[in-house]
């Protein structure tokens, strides 16, 4: 008879494991930990497609048999985007031209970018006689789709191409052709038929379709419709991305959530971002930027602070690769957004790799590495106390 | 695909055979599989059923789980699964000739494949010829991987996700066996199918040896047409265990093809060692495995596949109660603890110099109640860190498992 109680007393231990399996489980990371997921607010059906999008962007490893190369860079969105960071020295990316913005005279000979890897059978590409290169580190993903929804008028209001304040800082946009899939932005404001194009080192790509298309094509060897010529033969040949999911992994990289700073109301990171006022560090690296009309409802007339301005400025000799993209001259590098800087070790291997090519093993050294029209903001650096680099550090950590 | 299904279409059939005749004439022949032997043994040590004076014994085994599993926070939720159902037919055709099969249904027949079909030729105990579809002796996992026999729900990783097991192929062999007293040798040599490029060039994005199981082709055309060797050879002592040491490899690209060279020739090497020992005392039961792999990937491709890969497990079971219970003679409660770890990319980055990270390490504790040796519940907890290749904080794996597997 005593058997019988068992069989309830089975049941609710069992009944009392599956209630409690979460509690054994991992709890996931805090949302300012971690710089993937979507922004707040998406529908049902934006959602799916930024599931689908997250999917083809870090799930779809391209294979030989599915159109990887054959000569590449990397075999997947995410290879070069860990946890949707900034990329490792590992899938760093060259590209090769010349000194002078005529228009890349080596397109020909396979440029603007490298494949320095090949399927097994095949050779990969080498960098031209006479070509000159630079070397671009793969950034974050995060926050991109607000960066595209700034206006050019804004764009334009943070230019002083002729520093005509005379800040020393003479941000200018690069203005390139647009490629011949992309829409130009209904808030466009052309000059001789080029547009102010905003993504990338150099600001070579005008908006997210374009990264896309370039990425799917110049790092992975994938064609599409956009981009259908195959990188080893030069042919064009059946693409072997969908539109569709083009389209996918372009709402995922303008949906995902814009970083979250940590550790806001701390006192030395406070104090760190007024001195990182007082330097002049913002007179690039603006806080603030807003957002047009969006039919995407939690991306439309948001504020928000990535830290750049989107404009090129010269960067001094020490970050001249004689290598130059657009209008983009040799010395000029687009101000890189400083928003989820404090967690690019979590996607580099432990560590920084920061600047355009990885160069700088942490903030301070790359800082340093900082020249031309940013050259006052190091030296008012060099001049703090230890204390006050300590806290401007400590606040760039917390972006 | 039609010799499948007839050799399906018979097995149901004997089954309906035996459900139309008097139980009485149906004879179990069983075994204690926990008790030890050669893990070569393994593929004949189950338990099967003879009918009446048919020349076929038939046996079988499922397994079947529960899991609730979450990575970083993220769980799909509760999860029912029916890994697999398996059935053996063994056959002594006439002297000194055997059969057997072991056909395979996963994941609710998802996949249908023959594991196992050799016809054994004894000449003598040390010599013994086998042809068909063999179960490559690589580590001891690949040819004793039963469900009944191990006391938790998922094989280990090193042999799943690293070692291809189940792992088989056509081909013909040699085995043998001599014993002395205490002490047991056996011998294994094949040559058989084998990889293909798809082991450096697949959607896991890391060399993976397992890919080559997607190739069916496999059983009717070698990508480099060269074999695969595989050999092992293993020594037990009754008083101390048995330790097996295993290799496989062969040149694994399509190197040519129509009389053209397509590539240079390169090779897969696959070093293993096992060990099993049940400590007389204690009556515990360890055991473990270690792989190596070595593959020639071309420094032209990419880093992403890696050259090198080492991995393993350790198994540790203590039975802690062994009485009636239930109403079961002779059940017995265990507690169990897996470890295991496996790198998939051992080396270091060209670019950087530094460490490629593609490793995870798991730890499962276990409870387990046999009610025969041939049946078992199992509950387990797994928690698991699996790091990237770069080596960025690692995904943390967590949850618990219920799963019952039984021999029939």
């Known amino acids: 008879m005593k058997k019988i109680y068992l069989i309830p007393a089975a049941l609710v231990i069992c009944i009392a494991i599956i209630q409690a399996c979460t509690k054994l489980q991992p709890a996931a990371p805090a949302d300012d930990e971690i710089l993937d997921g979507p922004v707040a607010g998406l529908s049902y059906d934006q959602n799916r497609q930024f599931l689908a999008g997250d999917i083809a962007f870090n799930d779809e490893i391209f294979t030989s048999q599915t159109g990887l190369g054959s000569i590449f860079v990397a075999t997947s969105c995410g290879s070069c985007h860990a946890g949707d960071g900034k990329g490792h020295p590992f899938t760093t990316l060259t590209r090769f031209g010349q000194t002078d913005s005529t228009g890349n005279q080596f397109l020909h000979m396979g440029g603007p970018q490298l494949q320095n890897r090949a399927l097994p059978g095949f050779s990969p590409e080498q960098i031209p006689a006479g070509a000159t290169f630079s070397k671009f580190t793969p950034p974050a993903n995060t926050g991109l789709g607000f960066l595209e929804l700034v206006s050019d008028a804004d764009i334009l209001a943070m230019a002083d191409p002729n520093d005509a304040n005379g800040d020393g800082i003479s941000g200018m946009p690069n203005y390139a052709v647009l490629p011949s899939f992309a829409t130009a932005f209904s808030n466009a404001i052309p000059r001789n038929g080029k547009y102010i194009h905003r993504f990338g080192k150099k600001a070579a790509a005008y908006n997210l379709l374009h990264q896309t298309v370039n990425a799917y094509n110049q790092d992975i060897g994938i064609t599409s419709t956009f981009s259908p010529q195959d990188v080893y033969s030069g042919l064009n040949i059946d693409p072997e991305v969908t539109d569709n999911t083009v389209r996918n992994v372009v709402f995922y990289l303008q949906t995902l959530k814009a970083p979250i700073q940590r550790n806001q109301i701390d006192a030395t990171v406070i104090a760190g971002k007024n001195i990182f006022m007082q330097t002049g560090c913002e007179s690039c690296h603006k806080q603030t930027l807003k957002t047009g009309f969006s039919n995407v409802a939690p991306l439309s007339n948001k504020t928000f602070h990535p830290y750049t301005d989107l404009l090129l400025h010269d960067m001094g000799p020490g970050l001249d690769d004689g290598y130059t993209e657009g209008t983009a001259k040799t010395n000029e590098w687009r101000t890189p957004p400083l928003w989820g800087l404090g967690l690019s070790p979590n996607s580099q291997g432990g560590q920084y790799f920061l600047l355009h090519d990885g160069r700088a093993k942490n903030i301070e050294e790359a800082i340093q590495m900082h020249g031309g029209e940013a050259a006052q903001s190091k030296t008012k650096f060099n001049q703090l106390t230890a204390a006050d680099k300590n806290a401007l550090l400590k606040f760039l950590e917390s972006l | ?408």
């Open chain 2, 1 to 408: 695909m039609i010799k499948i299904y007839s050799l399906f279409v018979t097995i149901l059939l004997s089954f309906c055979a035996a459900a139309q005749i008097d139980p009485a004439l149906l004879k179990r022949i069983p075994k204690d599989t926990t008790k030890p032997s050669l893990n070569m043994d393994a593929v004949y040590n189950r338990p099967f059923v003879a009918v009446g004076k048919l020349p076929v014994s038939v046996g079988g085994y499922m397994e079947a789980n529960w899991q609730h599993l979450a990575t970083d926070g993220i769980s799909e939720g509760h999860q029912f699964q029916f890994r697999r159902m398996t059935l053996f037919v063994s056959s002594t055709i006439g002297k000194r000739l055997k059969f057997l099969s072991e056909i395979e249904f996963e994941d609710g027949a998802k996949e249908i494949s023959i594991e196992f079909a050799a016809l054994d030729i004894e000449l003598h105990p040390l010599l013994n010829l086998r042809g068909g579809m063999i179960l490559n002796p690589i580590g001891a996992f690949n040819q004793n991987h039963d469900g009944p026999k191990w006391e938790f729900t998922d094989r280990p990783i090193s042999a799943t996700q690293m070692l291809p097991a189940t792992w088989s192929n056509a081909g013909f062999g040699v085995y043998g066996k001599h014993y002395n007293k205490d002490w047991m040798f056996g011998y294994e040599a094949y040559l058989s199918g084998n990889f293909d490029n798809t082991i450096i060039d697949n959607a896991e994005n890391k060399t993976f040896l397992p890919a080559a199981k997607n190739n069916k082709e496999r059983f009717e055309e070698i990508n480099s047409g060269l074999p695969l060797v595989t050999a092992k050879v293993a020594v037990r002592n009754s008083k101390v265990g048995e330790i097996g040491l295993s290799y496989m490899g062969g040149v694994y690209n399509k190197f040519q093809d129509d009389g053209l060279q397509l590539d240079d020739k390169r090779r897969v090497h696959v070093f293993a060692i096992d060990f099993n020992s049940t400590i007389a005392k204690t009556k515990t039961f360890i055991t473990a495995e270690w792989a190596w792999i070595k593959v020639n990937v071309p420094s032209t491709f990419t880093q992403q596949y890696g050259n090198k890969q080492q991995g393993g497990f350790l198994d540790i079971v203590q039975p802690v109660l062994k009485k009636k219970m239930l109403g079961w003679q002779n059940a017995t409660l265990n507690i169990a603890c897996r470890m295991e770890y496996v790198d998939w990319n051992k080396g270091v980055f060209t670019s950087t110099g530094g460490n490629i990270s593609e490793h995870l390490w798991s730890i499962m504790p276990a409870v387990s109640l046999r009610p025969t040796s041939q049946t078992v519940f199992r509950f387990n907890y797994r928690h698991q860190r699996q790091t990237d290749l770069l080596g960025n904080p690692p995904a943390v794996t967590g949850g618990l498992s219920f799963g019952i597997s039984t021999y029939f």
